[in-house]
């Protein structure tokens, strides 16, 4: 169900805070989008009528870059994998470790599937002495 919900719509950054934005309704269209109203400021009524898009520009995109990835100063895509509790950490990473190996037959030319952070490093260090 996913008709008339509320949900995250962004973010206001304004140095020093951060705000989430909630978007009540349905918009279809980033004019639709432009038009909605903004009802209130601090619990007090607005005597002039004021729209998301008075105040923004809406764009229909991704999201803003919050993070990156970076290998030797390529842009890449980074997956974190995190055991499940009651689960063997050594074991889970050789299973990881096989399916990416698995993976890498499919992946388009030019595309490599690494393995940049491996916790299990020191477990398996520890282990063996």
């Known amino acids: ?45 607005l005597w002039r009528k004021f729209t998301i898009g008075d105040i923004g520009t809406v764009e229909e995109g991704l999201a803003d870059v919050r993070r990156i990835s ?3 100063g390529e842009p890449t895509v980074s997956l974190g994998i995190r055991k499940q509790r009651g689960t063997n950490a050594v074991q889970v990473a050789d299973a990881v470790k096989a399916r990416i190996k698995e993976m890498q037959k499919y992946m388009p030319e030019g595309v490599k599937l690494n393995i940049r952070f491996d916790t299990t490093k020191f477990i398996r260090t520890l282990s063996a002495t």
């Open 1 to 45: 169900m996913t008709e008339h919900s509320e949900v995250p719509a962004g973010y206001i950054d304004t140095g020093s805070n951060e705000m989430n934005v909630r978007v009540t309704g349905e918009a279809g269209t980033t004019k639709e989008f432009s038009s909605i109203i903004i009802p209130g400021r601090q619990g007090q009524p």
């Open 70 to 72: 970076r290998t030797m």
